[in-house]
């Protein structure tokens, strides 16, 4: 599936077969609720959300139905990073990249597109 230069190789749907009403409804749940909101790259970002506190969860545009919803989250959006027993503490939306740091003094850039 191509959609404006974004190629889907998941596989998340039957080869041959189009089924609009049931899988792609997993791609438009709402985000989850956390303690911070910031946008990267026109995509809402979200962390601080309990039981996940090392990680960061945004929306999709690319799987989203009809491509309008950009509240959109999908369940596999989401980026743990290595800070061990720590949590996302703020972020930083930089020209050159989005910063995130934590509490245990760890800082983590990126740069280009999810």
Known sequence: MELSG???TANSEPP?????GEITQ???IPPP???FLDQYQGRPVVYGVAGALQSFFYGNMEATVGRTAPE???P???VTLPIGDGQ????ANLPTGFILWSNRQDMFKLDGPF
């Not at 041959?16 to 609009?20: D, F, K, Q, V």
């Open 88 to 91: 996302l503490n703020g972020s």
């Open 26 to 28: 997993i791609y438009n």
């Open 33 to 35: 609720i956390g303690t």
């Open 76 to 78: 596999l959006n989401q």
């Open 6 to 8: 974004f190629s889907d």
């Open 16 to 20: 041959n077969l189009r089924l609009p």
């Open 72 to 74: 959109s989250f999908s």
